[in-house]
Nanobody, 117 residues
Framework: VQLQASGGGLVQAGGSLRLSCAASGSTFSRYHMGWYRQVPGKQRQLVARITALGGTDYTDSVKGRFTISRDNAKNTVYLQMSSLKPEDTAVYYC????????????WGQGTLVTVSS
């Protein structure tokens, strides 16, 4: 599966961004998908995931601020980010996600989100 994340940029604290991730393949609707983020020197972290049936969960630090969704007709998963904080600054990636939270495919370039204070 090839994945292309987009939608990052520079935003002020308190602002919003929506990330998109387009996936290849004809079986996208069967995939559990996740958004991850990584800052230099730290491990990549799973921040949100959505199951094939649409169930969602989030890491505590983004609960109530981020919303993951999917459009199977477009082979796309989204991450709506609101009330952004400087600590949300990172490169964001999408991937198929295993039951244990591990990314299953190549990571691609990701999309950079920078939140200024």
């Amino acid at each position: 599966v090839q994945l292309q994340a987009s939608g990052g940029g520079l935003v002020q604290a308190g602002g919003s961004l929506r990330l998109s991730c387009a996936a290849s393949g004809s079986t996208f609707s069967r995939y559990h998908m996740g958004w991850y983020r990584q800052v230099p020197g730290k491990q990549r972290q799973l921040v949100a995931r959505i199951t094939a049936l649409g169930g969602t969960d989030y890491t505590d630090s983004v609960k109530g601020r981020f919303t993951i969704s999917r459009d199977n007709a477009k082979n796309t998963v989204y991450l709506q980010m609101s009330s952004l904080k400087p600590e949300d600054t990172a490169v964001y990636y999408c991937n198929r996600v295993s039951a244990g939270g591990r990314g299953l495919d190549s990571w691609g370039q990701g999309t950079l989100v920078t939140v200024s204070s």
